[in-house]
């Protein structure tokens, strides 16, 4: 069995006692907010360290989220079906966090393949079946890099009056503006 990269010991900012608003998620991973807020109300990704019902709290999304909002992306971009997505994600969820980096999905465009060995990607490419893979640790490590530019927040704290490239307080606070 392949040995995780990363061991229990993870830095608070990878634990859900952090958290990042969806502007950072969005840079961090290269989506939209749009896709992120969809994907939100569609229960494909729900944030992990806050998820209000209403309006007034932000979503506060984990170090794992970030991780699989990015992965979701590149599934997206290789041709992947939403539905198989969620199969895939659904899996992930079952895995703790250090145990992710261990992780390779592979795809055949059609159906996604979690290995977590090296022998189970070459059974998978033998096969046929493997036409891409992404290996979660690359990814780990490509959200790392883009979190430690960006803010984070602890659940429990107020929010700021002013949060540094809140896009969506930013053009609320312009419509608002322009209508009064």
């Not at 392949?2 to 952090?18: G, I």
């Not at 709290?57 to 909002?69: A, E, G, K, N, P």
Request: glycine share 12%; hydrophobic share 35%.
């Amino acid at each position: 069995m392949q040995e995780a990269l990363f061991t229990h010991d993870l830095p608070e900012e990878m634990t859900e006692s952090v958290g990042y608003r969806g502007p950072a998620v969005c840079r961090a991973a290269g989506v939209t907010y749009r896709q992120l807020d969809y994907w939100a109300r569609t229960g494909l990704l729900q944030p992990s360290v806050r998820n209000p019902s209403g309006s007034g709290h932000q979503r506060l999304y984990s170090f794992r989220d970030i991780l699989v909002v990015k992965v979701i992306k590149r599934l997206l971009d290789t041709g992947v079906s939403l539905q198989q997505i969620r199969v895939a994600v659904g899996a992930l969820r079952s895995h703790g966090v250090s145990e992710l980096a261990g992780i390779t999905l592979m795809s055949d465009g059609a159906s996604v393949y979690e290995c977590t060995s090296d022998d189970q990607v070459i059974d998978l490419v033998r096969g046929g079946q493997g036409v891409f893979g992404i290996a979660l640790g690359t990814v780990w490590r490509e959200v790392e890099g883009s979190l430690s530019e960006l803010p984070g927040e602890r659940p429990d704290a107020e929010a700021p009056a002013e949060h540094p490239g809140d896009e969506l307080r930013e053009r609320r606070a312009r419509r608002t503006s322009a209508a009064g």
